[in-house]
């Protein structure tokens, strides 16, 4: 059953149900980034809040999940090679489809996202995405890469069907430390798109686990 399903009627009469009742919405984070500190979660993390303040001026509340894929590295790699997703990976996949909102940030390796990050994105269900409002956002070394937004991130997710907001915000290492006031401005005007975008859907209705779900993920983790 996919996320979109949750909530319908269950042949087998199991209840999955959630609340969604409140009308709080749920942007998730996902970021690539391999430093520590990370520019990508930084950047990630400063995406969220603008997010969630426009949210809140809107009287509607918000929750934000972070998904760092550098924590769950070694479970994307043998998912790609299984289709298996360890129970940590299968919390973060979760995360990312049943968010109101993505806010999706990866690093430019090479002149595109990395490969972490598309291994990542590989293993999302092909329709989990769809219509989904999604922030695009990069991180890199040089001011000169930021079309990495539009030739390499907006294709994958328009590929997904995900609907990729027109503000996209690229960070290179100068905009940290030179005119950070032009950096904040971009991150609210996107903040304040995808909290436009999320505010016109209803909340979504997330998928609650089943006994035999939570027994058996809670089996699998005593075995990681
Ligand atoms: C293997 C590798 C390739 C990179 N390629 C590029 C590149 O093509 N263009 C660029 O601007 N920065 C490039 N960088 C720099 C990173 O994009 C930049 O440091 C980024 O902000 C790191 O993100 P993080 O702090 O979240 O790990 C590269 C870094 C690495 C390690």
């Known amino acids: 059953m996919t ?3 949750a909530g319908a009627g269950d042949p087998q009469g199991r209840v999955r ?7 709080t919405r749920r942007i998730a ?25 426009s949210l809140e001026r809107r009287g509607i509340a918000a929750e934000v999940d972070v998904v760092e894929v550098r924590d ?20 973060d996949l979760a995360a990312v489809t049943e968010a109101d909102g993505l ?7 090479n002149a595109s996202y990395s490969g972490l990050f598309k291994s990542f994105v590989d293993l999302v269900e092909p329709a989990a995405l769809t219509g989904r409002p999604v922030l695009l956002g990069a991180t890199g070394g040089s001011e000169r890469h930021s079309l990495v937004l539009d030739h390499a991130l907006r294709p994958l997710f328009g590929y997904l069907h995900a609907l990729v907001l027109p503000t996209g915000v690229y960070a290179a ?5 030179g005119d950070a006031g032009a950096l904040g401005a971009r991150i609210e005007r996107a903040g304040e798109e995808l909290a436009t975008a999320v505010a016109a859907a209803p909340a979504r209705v997330r998928a609650e686990r089943t006994v035999l779900e939570a027994d058996l993920e809670d089996l699998l983790r005593s075995l990681d």
Do not use: C, K, N, Y
């Open 3 to 5: 996320p979109h399903d």
């Open 103 to 109: 806010i999706a940030v990866s690093p430019v390796f």
């Open 29 to 53: 984070v996902l970021t690539a980034g391999t430093s520590a500190p990370s520019s990508s979660r930084r950047l990630g993390d400063r995406l969220a809040e603008a997010a969630r303040g």
């Open 72 to 91: 769950v590295a070694l479970d994307v790699a043998t998912a790609t090679l299984t289709r298996l997703p360890s129970p940590a990976l299968a919390r």
């Open 173 to 177: 290492r100068a905009d940290w430390t």
């Open 17 to 23: 149900q959630h609340s969604g009742m409140t009308g």
